[in-house]
């Protein structure tokens, strides 16, 4: 059990470490870069900070409560896409996007922390992803974060 907890702890530090990683990207990333498509025809280093941001706010934040406070909770399948569409500003300082983003995390790993053992187990399901616990869902978490970090970093080596 006790690997477990260590796991989860590893976990939580691995999610709020994706933002200060972010925050050292964001301070070196150039000015002229943010708006300039990592590689041709691929995104901008800023129209993913607003992706991570929006997956954020509009997924993890608003999902992961519901997880525990409703018994298996059937989760709704986010089109980002077409959030994106209707959502996305360039206009939008990279900072404020990552202030923005840094603030929704630490609320969420400051939940995450006083969850009890078992809360980390409550099931959801997703109509893509299938049924899966808590865990699970914040590992996913880890993932995108981390792939989206990568994404940006990339613009750093141009």
């Known amino acids: 059990m006790e690997e477990l907890f260590a796991y989860r702890a590893d976990l939580l530090t691995a999610l709020g470490g994706v933002v200060d990683e972010l925050s050292n990207v964001v301070a070196n990333l150039p000015p002229s870069t943010w708006l300039q498509p ?17 997956l954020e706010a509009q997924v993890f934040a608003r999902q992961l409560p519901r997880i525990l406070s409703e018994a298996r909770p059937e989760l709704p399948v986010f089109n ?3 959030w994106m569409e209707g959502h996305y500003r360039a206009e939008e300082p990279a900072s404020s996007l990552l202030e923005e983003l840094a603030k929704l995390r630490q609320q ?20 893509w992803w299938g ?28």
Not at 108 to 127: D, Y
Not at 140 to 156: D, G, M
């Open 38 to 54: 990592i590689h041709p025809g691929s995104r901008t280093p800023h129209y993913i900070l607003f992706h991570l941001r929006e």
């Open 131 to 158: 049924e899966h616990t808590l865990q699970w869902w914040v590992e996913l978490q880890v993932e995108y974060s981390y792939q989206h970090l990568k994404e940006i970093s990339s613009a750093l080596k141009l």
């Open 108 to 127: 969420e790993l400051a939940w995450l922390r006083s969850l009890p053992p078992a809360g980390w187990s409550s099931p959801a399901r997703h109509p």
């Open 80 to 82: 980002d896409a077409a």
